[in-house]
């Protein structure tokens, strides 16, 4: 077994990588399509937040692929680990859960493995029961396995309208996460030349800060209290282009914005 090199953005390259990053992240129930290409047998594949027991893939008896993001990685490369363990399930019969103790010396990654053609369109569910197939007998076992597991879910909605942006409840508090494409340079100046207008928020909503994950930004406000999805839909739609110009805008920061800039990384977390 051996360690890899570390790979800041493991997901660069595959279609929808700011969902690749929110799925591994900030998504505690939700799935997306893929597909091996035709040298890795053309099979579909249900990426998932997370599997039971943390099985980092499983080929269910009814022979759908499942590939789980949220898992621990021994390598510096996830895409590879992942990559790893969807081969593994691949090959192995239905009904057989993966569980990998380590990384070959060599291997491919997501992007060798996957169709690339194939869009990465998510499904956000309110239950883990996608987990079993449709004809799985519900045990009292399986039941209550499930319903531990969807306790800890929380409330999550993916806007429409705008990419990768995600609602969410917490409590008594809201919270819109929006996960995306760019370096983490150019969000971060992009966030600091709103911030230093005043700008940084929308119809109540106030930006709180960022997570980084996998070589990108998670910008999340905080909602106005009760807040649904709906009801932050047009608000979001409108305040995009104003932080797509802040992005594509190029020019040095002014003084202003650099102070802006400052405050801006004290609220950052790291997420693995």
Known sequence: MATSDFVLRPFEGL??????????????????????????????????????????????ADGVILLALQTAHSSGDASRDLAAALLEAV??????AIE???????????????????????????????????DVER??????????????????????????AYWCRMGAREFLRWAQPHEEQVVLDGLARLHAKRASGFEGAKFV???????????????PRGAEADDIQDAVAAFAPSFTAALEDTNPLDANERRARAGLVARQVTLR
């Open 91 to 96: 090959d192995a019969e239905p009904g057989t």
């Open 100 to 134: 990998l103790t380590g990384l070959p010396e060599a291997g491919p990654r997501l992007q060798d493995v996957l169709d690339l053609s194939v869009p990465f369109e998510v499904t956000v569910h309110d239950t883990f029961a996608y987990w079993l197939a449709p």
């Open 209 to 223: 800060g960022y997570f980084r994950s996998s070589g990108l930004v998670v910008p999340v406000w905080e909602l």
């Open 15 to 60: 279609p929808g990588e700011p969902d690749w990053v929110a799925l591994k992240e900030v998504v505690p129930a939700a799935t997306a399509t893929a597909r091996t290409t035709t040298e890795h047998g053309a099979k579909e594949v249900l990426v998932t937040t997370v599997l039971p027991q943390a099985w980092p893939a499983l080929h269910r």
């Open 139 to 164: 045990t009292d076992d399986l039941a209550a396995a499930i319903e531990e597991a969807d306790a800890g879910i929380i409330d999550t909605v993916k806007l429409e309208g705008v990419e990768s």
